[in-house]
């Protein structure tokens, strides 16, 4: 089905509910829309109802029977055929993800080759070892484990990641055996959309993954309270994450909550600058800032300061902020109407609260929620802009007189996720090392990334202390049984 939009038609997606798609019993509908041109739909998706969720519930639950009974490695088979279509249709859903929520083309492309990639990962995983031998005191018995799926697993997902995190989650979930149901963020449902399209072109049996999209005030509350629910994957702020984990712990389902982040890079007297100037730039601007391991606080020695402030003024300023569909753009706009209000009110925050914009900060006029890189210094640890998560291209520079004072200032935080430092000197990289307080340390590299196949996740308020990613997430994803045999 299509509508047409300034001579184009435009696409209307429906939910994926056992294996077909179906438009809501509501009738009601939501435009997604370009940030970089508002005026553009990119398409229509689903305002659903409690009921369709309750249905991709009881089609999850019925596909678990006999999917958890599949063998790893037909499980696997499939999510190889899902990879190799998302990597067909790669060109397609990455100019998607840009038209949806702005991500520069060139980043976009490179996060849908990356879930092509987790997705090739997690198909090995159908063929790993999921159990041990363990000796029993008792000579004439056997003793291992082996681990047991979950059941149906809720899948709530961000917008700033709309292809890598449904994919590190779904594909895990469903090669340990485990059925889902997604409920994407409103902004980037149409680009989820897209990607159970290629689920469903693999044909995985009816009801192994279900979309529902809408408010999440309505189904996401829903899939909490579904009596087939057995787990609870989330990516997102830290308000919505802790009302989830409040209910999932009430219903004493399983739940893993990756949320916040105030991430903090320290630039040492030892430090090659030109390095740290770049890290900084990409760590803390690349996808305007939205990203829960962006750079946000700059902790810089007293005597190097000076220095890489007017590198860091002068290579920021060569910026380009534009739609992300220009090859010439190197950061495109906030992805939303609200997240642009957000970013300008905590730029006037940072200034009422007394730091000083050195530059940025400025909404950029014309269509579009683009705003210019901000980098604020004097800059307190009790301000808000130092304290709170922005979510956007803000770089708060703080100076400091030893390793000592960088590594406490460092670890000022309610949360734990991701910090790096960028240091010569062996002896302050251990130092970091063992005392920083976070999931993902980083030496000489920017703050954010991880690969995939290594354990992601942070400390503190930034998660629910599980692990994403590699072979951690068979942690989260299934259970362990123990079994006895004479």
Request: glycine fraction near 10%.
């Amino acid at each position: 089905m299509s509508v047409t939009n300034q001579e184009r038609e435009v696409k209307v997606y429906g939910n994926y509910i056992n294996g077909e798609w179906v438009n809501s019993a509501t009738g009601q509908v939501s435009e997604s829309t370009n940030p970089a041109k508002p005026s553009e739909i990119v398409g229509i998706v689903q305002k659903s109802s409690v009921e369709e969720v309750n249905e991709a519930f009881t089609a999850a639950n019925e596909a678990h029977k006999s999917w958890s009974r599949l063998a790893g490695p037909a499980r696997g088979d499939y999510l190889l055929k899902v990879s190799n279509i998302l990597e067909e249709r790669l060109d397609d859903i990455a100019l998607t993800m840009t038209k949806e929520m702005g991500k520069t083309y060139v980043e976009a492309k490179g996060e849908a080759a990356r879930g092509v990639a987790i997705l090739r990962y997690y198909a090995g995983e159908g063929m790993r070892s999921t159990g041990d031998i363990i000796p029993s005191s008792d000579s004439s018995a056997l003793m291992f484990t082996t681990r047991a799926s979950l059941g149906v697993v809720g899948v709530i997902t961000p917008w700033n990641f709309p292809i890598a995190i449904p994919i590190w989650k779904i594909a895990p979930a469903l090669v340990y055996g485990n059925t889902v149901v997604l409920k994407p963020a409103n902004e980037t449902s149409v680009t989820a959309a897209k990607i159970i399209e290629c689920f469903d072109e693999a044909k995985l049996p009816k009801g192994v993954i279900n979309l529902v999209t809408g408010s999440g005030a309505v189904i996401g509350d829903a899939m909490l309270a579904n009596p087939y629910i057995k787990a609870v994957t989330f990516t997102g702020s830290n308000t919505v994450g802790k009302h989830i984990g409040r209910q999932a712990f009430e219903r004493g389902i399983k739940y893993q909550l990756e949320m916040g982040g105030k991430n903090p890079v320290i630039v040492a007297e030892d430090a090659d600058l030109d390095l740290a100037v770049e890290a900084t730039i990409n760590g803390g601007l690349k996808s305007t800032g939205q990203k829960c391991t962006a750079t946000s606080r700059v902790i810089v020695h007293e005597s190097v300061y000076e220095e890489f402030k007017q590198k860091l003024m002068s290579e920021t300023a060569k910026i380009t902020v534009g739609n992300g569909e220009d090859s010439s753009t190197w950061m495109g706009p906030c992805a939303s109407a609200s997240q642009l209000e957000t970013v300008l009110s905590y730029i006037e925050i940072g200034q009422q609260e007394g730091a000083v914009l050195l530059q940025g900060g400025e909404r950029v006029e014309g269509e579009g929620y683009f705003v210019t890189p901000a980098i604020f210094e004097n800059v307190t640890p009790d301000m808000r802009i130092a304290r709170e998560e922005i979510f956007g291209p803000v770089l708060c520079l703080m100076k400091v007189s030893s390793m000592e004072e960088a590594v406490e200032l460092a670890n000022d935080s309610d949360f734990g996720l991701s910090a790096s430092i960028f240091t010569t000197n062996i002896q302050k990289m251990l130092t970091f090392i063992n005392e920083m307080d976070v999931g993902l340390v980083r030496i000489n590299a920017e703050s954010a990334g991880v690969e995939l196949q290594a354990p992601f996740g942070g400390m503190k308020q930034s998660s629910s202390h599980s692990r994403e990613q590699g072979r951690a997430a068979i942690e989260f994803f299934t259970s362990i049984k123990t079994v006895f045999v004479k």
